[in-house]
């Protein structure tokens, strides 16, 4: 709204025209009136809000990230997944926009209804399957004729990938994604109605030498039921409402009591010069700086933690804990 306010100097040069006769106050009153018309295309209806748009993008960021991680380790090769654009389109128009032929994962994710497709660009499609099957990552398009083992190949790649976007969906909505068909040719393929609005999630995508695109296509119906947790309201609730797990706490407490350190007692330290320790022989005596009648410290890892008193147990060396050190002491000493 800031573009429609006049400045000053605006507003003085329109009530000096208004004056002059230069201007028509009553052809500005008429042009006030009259309707402003602006076109709305039904067909690109916007079915979710910015906000509801900018939760979808995070979800699918933390995608890339997991996805990046997963297909270095899979293609023993530089991967770089990122996302481009989120928009809401039409089916149809998503369709037109992508090859005739090309890689299409389709995957259910229950609870939710409908179904989501995975689109991998043929470029990064075959630059996978080939260092899948030892090569450099070099594409060569060949989907209109693939083999059996290729596409079984291929079609394991990306299935063990949605697990995923199970864990980039976790914050939201728990889903058990499952890959149902792999198609190679879009006039196969009517997951919805043409003019049915979806959110189409485009991601940049590097392999080695060779980039591409991977487009995930979201049908309105899918979201619908999980819509209302797509708010940033949502995400703050969730985050203040997230309560510790009994269980996971239980869990994590015996793991750390299991956990295994270092544990030395300290009886003394000198200086000496490179000269003494050099003449240094048997039945030589070092003076440290520890009196006998003061408790020596314990330490846990490299830290000060208790006083203690030496002595023995079953004839092995052992201490007695007299005293625990608080930090403020250690830090006094110090």
Same mark, same amino acid.
């Given at each position: 709204?800031? %573009? ?21 106050? %009553? ?14 295309? @039904? ?27 997963? @297909? ?6 530089? !991967? ?18 992508? =090859?005739?032929?090309? +890689? ?11 179904? +989501? ?14 260092? !899948?099957?030892?090569?450099? &990552? ?5 989907? %209109? ?24 969906? &976790?914050?939201? #909505? ?7 068909? @792999?198609? *190679? ?8 109605? =043409? ?26 119906? *899918?979201?619908?039921?999980?819509? =209302? ?33 270092? *544990? ?13 320790? /050099? ?8 003076? /440290? ?5 003061? =408790? ?16 023995? #147990?079953?004839?092995? +060396?052992?201490?007695?804990? /007299? ?9 006094? %000493?110090?």
């Amino acid at each position: 709204m800031a %573009e429609d306010i006049l400045s000053q100097s605006e507003i003085d040069s329109l009530l000096s025209a208004i004056s002059t006769g230069e201007m028509d106050a %009553e052809e500005l009153r008429n042009d006030k009136e009259k309707k402003r018309v602006r076109v709305y295309d @039904f067909k690109r209806a916007l079915r979710f809000s910015k906000d509801q748009i900018r939760s979808l993008a995070r979800i699918h960021e933390n995608f890339a990230r997991l996805l990046t991680t997963y @297909f270095s380790a899979q293609l023993r090769a530089y !991967v770089n997944i990122s996302v481009a654009s989120v928009d809401q389109l039409p089916y149809e128009e998503f369709i037109r926009s992508i =090859p005739s032929m090309t +890689i299409l994962n389709i995957f259910s994710v229950q609870p939710l209804e409908s179904r +989501i497709l995975l689109e991998a660009n043929p470029n990064i499609a075959y630059a996978m399957l080939d260092r !899948v099957l030892g090569g450099r &990552g070099e594409s060569v398009n060949k989907v %209109e004729n693939l083999t059996e083992i290729e596409t079984t190949l291929m079609s394991k790649l990306f299935e063990r990938a949605l697990g995923n976007y199970q864990e980039a969906w &976790g914050s939201i #909505v728990e889903i058990e994604p499952v890959l149902e068909e @792999f198609e *190679v040719n879009t006039q196969f393929l009517q997951m919805v109605s =043409p003019n049915e609005t979806v959110v189409v999630v485009s991601l940049n995508t590097t392999i080695g030498e060779t980039s591409g695109m991977l487009n995930i296509c979201i049908p309105q119906v *899918v979201l619908e039921p999980i819509v =209302p947790n797509l708010s940033v309201h949502y995400w703050m609730q969730q985050k203040q409402l997230k309560e510790r797990d009994p269980k996971e706490y239980q869990a994590l407490t015996k793991t750390v009591e299991k956990t295994k350190v270092d *544990v030395s007692a300290e009886l003394g330290n000198t200086d000496i010069s490179i000269d003494e320790f /050099l003449h240094l022989k048997k039945g030589d005596t070092i003076q /440290l700086n520890q009196p006998v009648d003061k =408790p020596l410290q314990l330490k846990v890892g490299r830290e000060d933690k208790f006083l203690v008193q030496p002595g023995k #147990v079953k004839n092995k +060396i052992a201490v007695q804990v /007299l005293e625990t050190l608080e930090r403020e002491e250690k830090d006094d %000493e110090g």
